[in-house]
Antibody, heavy 114, light 110 residues
Framework: QVQLQESGPGLVKPSETLSLTCTVS??????????WAWIRQPPGKGLDWIGY??????NYNPSLKSRVSISVDTYNNQFSLNLRSVTAADTAVYYC???????WGPGILVTVSS | QAVVTQEPSLTVSPGGTVTLTCGSS?????????PYWFQQKPGQGPRTLIY???NKHSWTPARFSGSLLGGKAALTLSGAQPEDEADYYC??????????FGTGTKLTVL
């Protein structure tokens, strides 16, 4: 069964870039059968879809599209999230997910603060 | 972007049955939206209960079932248990567009 694990800094300064990695085991990120996605949840709020990468193509939430990019590293079997020009409103638990059954990582809290 | 709506809160008695729904601002929800249902308890990450409208994982309790009902996706809980008290979110896929989460339902078992 596929397993996912998020990693990255837990604290990012305002205006900087938030960078997270999701390491996949039990499956290949190069598979063209699945979407590899990022989701976030601000404290006390609902789930928010950030975007996904599928067979090399990306699709992003329009509200984040100008600041976000998702990429795949097939060598390390990982996929990554970059969110530029962050503000306090980007403070959230960030989750990675694989489609077709929706397998989640445990999540990582990222706080944007100086 | 579409808006996906759920009941803000519902209450069910222990042993009772309740149906949570998931509607789309673009029209009827169909199997082509590949509806998902997630359960999230306080302090925990989401757990997938249902995918592709009605498919269950090995960890999904048998008392949960997914369906399409009256133009919406539905999650039915039959025989509610105290441990089912949680937030529930649906997720819909829109062809060529980002997925969209529902607004979430807070389920109380009381």
């Amino acid at each position: 069964q596929v397993q996912l694990q998020e990693s990255g800094p837990g604290l990012v300064k305002p205006s900087e870039t938030l960078s997270l990695t999701c390491t996949v085991s039990g499956g290949s990120v190069s598979s063209a059968n699945y979407y590899w996605a990022w989701i976030r949840q601000p404290p006390g709020k609902g789930l928010d879809w950030i975007g996904y990468i599928f067979a090399g193509s990306t699709n992003y939430n329009p509200s984040l599209k100008s600041r976000v990019s998702i990429s795949v590293d097939t060598y390390n079997n990982q996929f990554s999230l970059n969110l530029r020009s962050v503000t306090a409103a980007d403070t959230a638990v960030y989750y990675c997910l694989r489609s077709h059954g929706a397998f989640w990582g445990p999540g990582i809290l990222v706080t944007v603060s100086s | 972007q579409a808006v996906v709506t759920q009941e803000p809160s519902l209450t069910v008695s222990p042993g009772g049955t309740v149906t949570l729904t998931c509607g789309s601002s673009t029209g009827a929800v169909t199997s082509g939206h590949w509806p998902y249902w997630f359960q999230q308890k306080p302090g925990q990450g989401p757990r997938t209960l249902i995918y592709d409208t009605s498919n269950k994982h090995s960890w999904t309790p048998a008392r949960f079932s997914g369906s399409l009902l009256g133009g919406k996706a539905a999650l039915t809980l039959s025989g509610a248990q105290p441990e089912d008290e949680a937030d529930y979110y649906c997720l819909l896929s829109y062809s060529g567009a980002p997925y969209v989460f529902g607004t979430g339902t807070k389920l109380t078992v009381l």
